[in-house]
């Protein structure tokens, strides 16, 4: 063998290799996935913004918002559930695709790289993805004048941080399930939409009746609104809360991609 | 004969309550083309997955190359070439992209696989479509690039799961070529097939496998001589009247086998045989008289016929 096959160096650096093909991949839909992160935040702006947000001053000017203006107080969850949905479609989709639909990580397996840096390189890509498509939103943002540039930086990495945490989880059960006829709709219609609707997206979650604010409370997407609303006008929780976030969202990360990992080198020894 | 690559005892692999592979034992040699011929769902692609050091098992030993490869699994997978049943190769990705990009999984420096592409698309007859996407290409292509992407390590050994299984004629004679080939300039081969065409064309040796256990091993020439006779003679005489004569024929040849649309008399010369019947007043509908194959060996050796 005279190839000048380098093995410590794959056990280093096979993650990333697994991810830049993943990026190389990504790269073929660069059209498609540019119109999605650009069209979904204009619509929104528009809508949600000169729309009901105009209602909604209207009626309770900005007293229901902490005196923020409407699409202002929703910008942070706009990035999160941005980072959110970027992530799920590079985990699940190439998580499936690549045990099932084309067995792409046998192939990969069939090298040096482990199941563990295969896991990894997904998630990692993803996370770029994820880069991506909220750095484009926080630029519109600033096009529409929601934000002003400065601490509201910010915002991008904290969403990135929310997109991360639910991406880990997903990650593990897009590599779990083994019959996938039902997943993205019970991921899309029972887990998504409840999630982006009860987590204090349009409204301060203590609105909610008490019995609804639990979905808040274990939804990623919460801990990182808050958390954006903080770094981005001062929203006014403690310094134990923001801790509280950190450590969620980080817990979720953590675990997920240890569980993950294992889950993938399991499945592709079976 | 110098140490074996690939060293195999006791082989066992279960899931569940079902006993995939049933114990087995073989040793391949370096520069050997070997096979492991049987039907669908004799165990061939467990071993082949277990070989390929992804798959676990569950007792028995394993070295390739020396080393166990459920403990050194990255460590063995750097010498293997593995060409999968069913090709997973990157659709949207073009043939060179595919080939670069699984250069790189074995850390492979960017300007050692860009020399070896050039190679790899001559040798696999595609540098016409080197630039096209890979969900573009006919399944014989597709089996030939999946070959292609197994040697850009240039690995010691080379594992193919049913190489030709779902290719039409032409594309398989091709394959063959190729494989041929690769035999030819010493590279180690291990395939799995249910072709007895394809295991007497590219094994050096195999052995024949059938619910997870070995029946019988040699060269395809020495299976046959052991587990046949020179010549078969086929007769048919139509489905209903096969059964009929079945008594009468096989007091005149060494051993036979009644299927359900033919019998096949196993003799040393078949056109005497056939004679004798004629002799006998007996006339079936249609005769041919051909050499044994490992076809014949299957049968003999397990009482089925190899594809079902």
Same mark, same amino acid.
């Given at each position: 063998?005279?190839?000048?096959?380098?093995?410590?160096?794959?056990?280093?650096?096979?993650?990333?290799?697994?991810?830049?093909?993943? &990026?190389?991949?990504?790269?073929?839909?660069?059209?498609?996935?540019?119109?999605?992160?650009?069209?979904?935040?204009?619509?929104?702006?528009? %809508?949600?913004?000169?729309?009901?947000?105009?209602?909604?001053?209207?009626?309770?000017?900005?007293?229901?918002?902490?005196?923020?203006?409407?699409? =202002?107080?929703?910008?942070?969850?706009?990035? =999160?559930?941005?980072?959110?949905?970027?992530?799920?479609?590079?985990?699940?989709?190439?998580?499936?695709?690549?045990?099932?639909?084309?067995?792409?990580?046998? =192939?990969?397996?069939?090298?040096?790289?482990?199941? @563990?840096?295969?896991?990894?390189?997904?998630?990692?890509?993803?996370?770029?993805?994820?880069?991506?498509?909220?750095?484009?939103?926080?630029?519109?943002?600033?096009?529409?004048?929601?934000?002003?540039?400065?601490?509201?930086?910010?915002?991008?990495?904290? %969403?990135? &941080?929310?997109?991360?945490?639910?991406?880990?989880?997903?990650?593990?059960?897009?590599?779990?399930?083994?019959?996938?006829?039902?997943?993205?709709?019970?991921?899309? @219609?029972?887990?998504?939409?409840?999630?982006?609707?009860?987590?204090?997206?349009?409204?301060?979650?203590?609105?909610?009746?008490?019995?609804?604010?639990?979905?808040?409370?274990?939804?990623?997407?919460?801990?990182?609104?808050?958390?954006? @609303?903080?770094?981005?006008?001062?929203?006014?929780?403690?310094?134990?809360?923001?801790?509280?976030?950190?450590?969620?969202?980080?817990?979720?990360?953590?675990?997920?991609?240890?569980?993950?990992? @294992?889950?993938?080198?399991?499945?592709?020894?079976? | 004969?110098?140490?074996?690559?690939?060293?195999?005892?006791?082989?066992?692999?279960?899931?569940?309550?079902?006993?995939?592979?049933?114990?087995?034992?073989?040793?391949?040699?370096?520069?050997?083309?070997?096979?492991?011929?049987?039907?669908?769902?004799?165990?061939?692609?467990?071993?082949?997955?277990?070989?390929?050091?992804?798959?676990?098992?569950?007792?028995?030993?394993?070295?390739?190359?020396?080393?166990?490869?459920?403990?050194?699994?990255?460590?063995?997978?750097?010498?293997?070439?593995?060409?999968?049943?069913?090709?997973?190769?990157?659709?949207?990705?073009?043939?060179?992209?595919?080939?670069?990009?699984?250069?790189?999984?074995?850390?492979?420096?960017?300007?050692?696989?860009?020399?070896?592409?050039?190679?790899?698309?001559?040798?696999?007859?595609?540098?016409?479509?080197?630039?096209?996407?890979?969900?573009?290409?006919?399944?014989?292509?597709?089996?030939?690039?999946?070959?292609?992407?197994?040697?850009?390590?240039?690995?010691?050994?080379?594992?193919?799961?049913?190489?030709?299984?779902?290719? !039409?004629?032409?594309?398989?004679?091709?394959?063959?070529?190729?494989?041929?080939?690769?035999?030819?300039?010493?590279?180690?081969?291990?395939?799995?097939?249910?072709?007895?065409?394809?295991?007497?064309?590219?094994? !050096?040796?195999?052995?024949?496998?059938?619910?997870?256990?070995?029946?019988?091993?040699?060269?395809?020439?020495?299976?046959?001589?052991?587990?046949?006779?020179?010549?078969?003679?086929?007769?048919?005489?139509?489905?209903?009247?096969?059964?009929?004569?079945?008594?009468?024929?096989?007091?005149?040849?060494?051993?036979?086998?009644?299927?359900?649309? *033919?019998?096949?008399?196993?003799?040393?010369?078949?056109?005497?045989?056939?004679?004798?019947?004629?002799?006998?007043?007996?006339?079936?509908?249609?005769?041919?008289? *051909?050499?044994?194959?490992?076809?014949?060996?299957?049968? *003999?050796?397990?009482?089925?016929?190899?594809?079902?």
């Amino acid at each position: 063998m005279n190839a000048g096959i380098d093995v410590p160096q794959i056990q280093r650096f096979g993650s990333l290799y697994i991810a830049s093909a993943r &990026l190389k991949s990504m790269s073929k839909w660069k059209a498609i996935i540019a119109a999605v992160d650009i069209g979904n935040p204009l619509f929104y702006l528009i %809508a949600v913004g000169i729309g009901i947000g105009v209602l909604v001053e209207k009626g309770s000017g900005t007293s229901g918002t902490n005196g923020i203006k409407f699409i =202002a107080f929703i910008a942070p969850a706009l990035l =999160a559930n941005t980072a959110i949905t970027g992530v799920m479609d590079e985990t699940v989709f190439p998580t499936i695709e690549g045990f099932k639909w084309r067995k792409l990580f046998f =192939a990969q397996n069939a090298t040096p790289i482990t199941g @563990r840096q295969i896991a990894l390189g997904v998630y990692l890509a993803a996370i770029c993805r994820a880069i991506f498509s909220v750095s484009v939103y926080y630029l519109l943002l600033l096009a529409f004048n929601v934000v002003d540039v400065g601490i509201s930086l910010l915002l991008i990495p904290i %969403a990135v &941080l929310g997109g991360s945490a639910f991406g880990a989880i997903i990650l593990y059960f897009a590599a779990k399930i083994e019959k996938d006829d039902q997943f993205f709709n019970i991921l899309g @219609r029972l887990v998504i939409m409840p999630m982006f609707l009860f987590s204090g997206t349009f409204f301060p979650l203590a609105s909610m009746p008490i019995y609804l604010q639990p979905i808040g409370w274990v939804s990623p997407l919460w801990h990182t609104t808050e958390l954006g @609303r903080e770094a981005a006008f001062d929203y006014g929780i403690s310094g134990l809360m923001v801790v509280v976030h950190l450590i969620y969202l980080f817990t979720l990360v953590a675990v997920g991609v240890v569980l993950s990992r @294992r889950q993938f080198e399991r499945r592709l020894a079976k | 004969m110098s140490k074996p690559l690939i060293s195999v005892r006791g082989l066992t692999k279960v899931f569940g309550d079902f006993t995939a592979v049933d114990g087995i034992d073989f040793d391949v040699a370096k520069g050997e083309s070997f096979g492991l011929l049987g039907p669908n769902g004799a165990g061939k692609s467990t071993t082949m997955r277990i070989l390929a050091a992804t798959s676990t098992r569950t007792s028995g030993t394993v070295e390739i190359l020396d080393k166990d490869p459920e403990k050194f699994g990255p460590l063995v997978r750097a010498h293997l070439g593995v060409v999968p049943q069913e090709d997973n190769l990157d659709g949207e990705l073009t043939v060179t992209e595919n080939l670069f990009i699984y250069g790189r999984y074995f850390g492979l420096s960017k300007k050692f696989i860009k020399g070896k592409i050039e190679e790899l698309l001559e040798f696999a007859q595609l540098e016409e479509k080197r630039d096209v996407k890979v969900q573009a290409l006919s399944g014989g292509m597709k089996r030939r690039l999946t070959i292609a992407r197994g040697l850009v390590s240039e690995p010691d050994i080379l594992l193919l799961d049913e190489p030709t299984t779902g290719l !039409d004629p032409q594309a398989r004679h091709i394959l063959w070529d190729r494989l041929f080939r690769l035999k030819e300039l010493g590279v180690t081969l291990v395939l799995t097939t249910h072709f007895m065409d394809e295991a007497e064309q590219l094994c !050096d040796r195999l052995v024949v496998m059938d619910k997870g256990a070995i029946m019988a091993e040699g060269s395809p020439q020495g299976l046959i001589k052991q587990y046949s006779s020179k010549e078969v003679l086929e007769v048919r005489f139509g489905s209903d009247r096969n059964k009929e004569v079945a008594p009468q024929l096989s007091q005149m040849c060494e051993r036979m086998e009644t299927l359900p649309d *033919r019998l096949l008399m196993y003799t040393e010369d078949g056109e005497k045989l056939l004679e004798q019947i004629a002799a006998a007043k007996l006339h079936p509908t249609t005769s041919l008289v *051909r050499r044994s194959s490992l076809e014949d060996v299957f049968l *003999r050796l397990t009482g089925r016929t190899l594809i079902e």
